[in-house]
T-cell receptor, first 113, second 116 residues
């Protein structure tokens, strides 16, 4: 079975600073992908970034980057130059066998002015 | 990116009534759509996989007779909560897959159901 672990229920970061949100995963698949989604208070799920298990370079999308360490089975999200609008829930997810996405419990990020 | 809509965004109903939620892929065809449920301050939990032209596949513990799913076309899937009860109050969110590797999904904006 696939499993995602996000150990930080909540995080605070000062505006303009960088923050790392942790994610570890467990899978028996040789090939897989990891996703990060942002969920603001409105509830919509916003896709942020994706990392394929065979991608040699860490994924980057604007201010988002993924610190992918395959041997440690971790895929931490790094948000640089935090903005007030980054305050939201963040979910790490992995395709899970016969289920399309398995989500972690999420991390609530609060950006402080 | 691909756009998925959901309707209604918010619904309040009386206990015992049925509620239908629509999920549409606006600019692409989706052979597979997914329905998730999210309770307050919790993660998303997959309820069922909706396949166009065939029966939905339900996750363990999800009552298929209570949560009716119909995927009548390549752009529309509906979730009907039958005989709703207060414990069914939740945030329901759908997603649609473009197919391809790693099951990339695009999410609708969600429907907040409150059963009185």
């Amino acid at each position: 079975a696939q499993k995602i672990t996000q150990t930080q229920p909540g995080m605070f970061v000062q505006e303009k600073e960088a923050v790392t949100l942790d994610c570890t995963y467990d899978t028996s698949d040789q090939s897989y992908g990891l996703f990060w989604y942002k969920q603001p208070s409105s509830g919509e799920m916003i896709f942020l970034i994706y990392q394929g298990s065979y991608d040699e370079q860490n994924a980057t999308e604007g201010r988002y980057s993924l610190n992918f360490q395959k041997a440690r089975k971790s895929a931490n999200l790094v948000i640089s130059a935090s903005q007030l609008g980054d305050s939201a829930m963040y979910f790490c997810a992995i395709p899970g066998g016969n289920t399309p996405l398995v989500f972690g419990k999420g991390t609530r990020l609060s950006v402080i002015a | 990116g691909a756009v998925v809509s959901q309707h209604p965004s918010r619904v309040i109903c009386k206990s015992g009534t049925s509620v239908k939620i629509e999920c549409r892929s606006l600019d692409f065809q989706a052979t597979t759509m997914f329905w998730y449920r999210q309770f307050p301050k919790q993660s998303l939990m997959l309820m069922a996989t909706s396949n166009e032209g065939s029966k939905a596949t339900y996750e363990q513990g999800v009552e298929k007779d209570k949560f009716l799913i119909n995927h009548a076309s390549l752009t529309l899937s509906t979730l009907t909560v039958t005989s709703a009860h207060p414990e069914d109050s939740s945030f329901y969110i759908c997603s649609a897959s473009l197919g391809g590797s790693y099951n990339e999904q695009f999410f609708g904006p969600g429907t907040r159901l409150t059963v009185l």
